[in-house]
């Protein structure tokens, strides 16, 4: 143990949590790949083994088996256990079984929990992490709890129970992996698109994790008390609320203007909700207008709330650049929020995590259109359901080759870890301080 630890020292926090997803999702892609996992009992081809398993713990919810009716009990609780350690994060995971079994927890835990979480100090970690832990769990527990009466009706007491449990954790977590497949393949919950218990509690669920675990911290110790909280939280829960309601409205007005009453406000607000980043779906992505497409994926491509279970690039980036877009044409000379100043660094982040996000996203839409021969706007979607760790699907993924399958699972690792995490992992020593250049103007627009 003790030469383990002097071996992590010589990493940096950023490059053991790239690690440690990279080893979750390779111990689940053997296991996966194990014939005790498919309900035929046949040995799963690797590729797609580990295609699942990045999914899962990525929480993305990209399969090419449909999740009931392929993999058997053992492979969905292995599933339901990766997306529960994706969800949560390898590092809260560690630091809470070091926690249970009465270990000291140094300071390189402490600093790995807080990069895993994007806490702003080390100061207090273990009782936060305590307290997401519980959260989890018990909110996870409240939505089983909820959904479990319609899952008994429909599919017996045991299995029912079994079905809540497993939808509320893929829910919480952004997971979007359904057990729907035994009414039909790949349906996700278009059975269910006018249940409002099952809709308004995985909605619940989802808007619950995506919004992160600092943000409910920060409610729970202020309360309703808008002005009292931090900025992060201000910010993180204006701006959803928008990417909620405006897509809500276009939903509703135009996408769904055939459907009538309450199973058309369902659909509108579900449709809004899942992209953030969860991938449950109660309609049909396949007949949608490319207009809805679009929209989609660039929520899609936005994402949750950092420190969430939620990825892409984040609502505080989206925030940060609108902000300061419109500073910058309205000629201001600090970036401002809620009577609050931005630091440019987190400009330079914001900027850095967008434009790196949208070089992925566009690249790799052109090569599996070139590659599939499939309509650009179907692999722009596909693309930036992986990268946003989202999962949604028009329905291409399970056709498409190796060479498109191995660029979803990177885009599925990048979105989980983080733009930055990457980054920081791979840049680990500081450039030498050089002289200042002289500076020459450049004409831009």
């Not at 911290?217 to 201000?234: A, C, E, P, W």
């Not at 982040?349 to 839409?365: E, K, N, P, Q, R």
Request: charged fraction near 10%.
């Amino acid at each position: 143990m003790k030469q383990l630890r002097d071996r992590l020292e010589h990493f940096s926090t950023f490059q053991v949590i790239l690690a440690g997803f990279a080893i979750v999702i390779l111990i689940g892609s053997f296991l996966l790949c194990l014939p005790v996992s498919s309900i035929e009992h046949v040995w799963t081809p690797y590729i797609d083994s580990l295609f699942t398993s990045t999914s899962a713990v990525c929480v993305t919810g990209l399969i090419v088996h449909d999740t009931a009716t392929y993999w058997s009990l053992f492979g969905r609780i292995v599933i339901l256990c990766l997306i529960q350690i994706g969800g949560l994060g390898v590092v809260t995971i560690a630091v809470t079984l070091a926690i249970m079994s009465g270990r000291r927890i140094g300071l390189m835990q402490r600093s790995l929990m807080q990069s895993s979480i994007s806490a702003p100090s080390i100061g207090g970690i273990v009782r936060l992490t305590k307290f997401i832990v519980r959260s989890t769990l018990g909110i996870e527990l409240i939505g089983a709890a909820i959904m479990s009466p319609v899952f008994i009706r429909d599919f017996g007491t045991w299995r029912g129970i079994g079905y809540a449990v497993f939808h509320s954790v893929s829910a919480f977590c952004n997971a979007g992996f359904d057990l729907m497949g035994v009414r039909q393949p790949y349906s996700s919950l278009t059975s269910y698109s006018d249940n409002s218990v099952i809709c308004i509690t995985i909605m619940a669920l989802i808007i619950v994790g995506g919004l992160g675990f600092l943000t409910w911290s920060d409610i729970v110790h202020n309360g309703i008390h808008f002005r009292r909280m931090h900025l992060q939280t201000k910010v993180i829960l204006v701006t959803t609320l928008c990417l909620i309601l405006f897509p809500f409205l276009y939903f509703f007005f135009v996408e769904y203007k055939g459907a009538s009453g309450m199973h058309r406000v369902l659909l509108a607000l579900f449709q809004s909700v899942t992209p953030r980043t969860a991938g449950f779906n109660t309609a049909d992505y396949s007949k949608m207008s490319d207009t809805g497409l679009m929209i989609t994926t660039i929520l899609m491509l936005i994402g949750g709330a950092p420190g969430s279970t939620a990825g892409g690039m984040k609502v505080t980036t989206a925030a940060v650049l609108l902000v300061f877009v419109a500073g910058a044409l309205r000629r201001h000379d600090q970036v401002t929020m809620f009577k609050r100043g931005i630091d440019i660094s987190v400009i330079h982040d914001a900027a850095a995590l967008c434009g790196t996000y949208i070089l992925l996203f566009l690249v790799g839409s052109m090569i599996l259109s070139a590659t599939e021969n499939i309509p650009i706007m179907k692999c722009m979607f596909e693309c930036a359901s992986a990268l946003g760790t989202v999962g949604l699907t028009t329905g291409i993924t399970p056709t498409l080759h190796v060479w498109s399958h191995l660029i979803l699972i990177g885009f599925m690792y990048f979105g989980r870890v983080g733009a930055l995490t990457m980054a920081y992992a791979t840049v680990t020593r500081k450039p030498k301080k050089k002289g200042t250049l002289p500076c020459e103007r450049l004409m831009v627009g």
